[in-house]
Nanobody, 124 residues
Framework: QLTLVESGGGLVQSGGSLSLSCAASGYTLSYYTIGWFRQAPGAERERVSCMSSSRGTIDYADSVKGRFTISRDNAKNTFYLQMNNLQPEDTAVYYC?????????????????WGQGTQVTVSS
C-alpha cells in the first residue's frame, strides 16, 4: 500500500507563500496520478490540483490558477504544492492524494491513498 506523509503548511499573512510536500513510500510514485485537495470548515472537499501519471497532464481549480503550482520529484518519491499569493479564502486543511490511475478524471476523492492533512491558515 502506498503511504503518504505530508509536511509544510502553517500560518501566513495574505499575499504570502507556503509550500507543501507529500512523501510517498511503499511504491514508486511515478506510476500514480497525484493531487492535492482541501477542505475548509463547513465546506465540501475540493480538488485543488492534479497531475496525471500517464502524460503529466496538470489541472488546477479555477480559484488557484496562476497562484498554485503542483510538481513531482520521482527520484525523491515526493510531490509538492507551491502556493503563492495566498488569500484568506485559501484557509483549509490540505490533503495530498495518489491513485494508480492514468488520468486526473479518476482522482475524485473517493479512492487511492491519502496524506494525514495539514492546516493552512491565511490571515488578512
Amino acid at each position: 500500500q502506498l503511504t503518504l506523509v505530508e509536511s509544510g503548511g502553517g500560518l501566513v499573512q495574505s499575499g504570502g507563500s507556503l509550500s507543501l510536500s507529500c512523501a510517498a513510500s511503499g511504491y514508486t510514485l511515478s506510476y500514480y496520478t497525484i493531487g492535492w485537495f482541501r477542505q475548509a470548515p463547513g465546506a465540501e472537499r475540493e480538488r485543488v490540483s492534479c497531475m496525471s501519471s500517464s502524460r503529466g497532464t496538470i489541472d488546477y481549480a479555477d480559484s488557484v490558477k496562476g497562484r498554485f503550482t503542483i510538481s513531482r520529484d520521482n527520484a525523491k518519491n515526493t510531490f509538492y504544492l507551491q502556493m503563492n499569493n495566498l488569500q484568506p479564502e485559501d484557509t483549509a486543511v490540505y490533503y495530498c492524494a495518489a491513485d494508480s490511475i492514468y488520468t486526473c478524471s479518476g482522482l475524485d476523492g473517493n479512492g487511492g491513498s491519502w496524506g494525514q492533512g495539514t492546516q493552512v491558515t491565511v490571515s488578512s
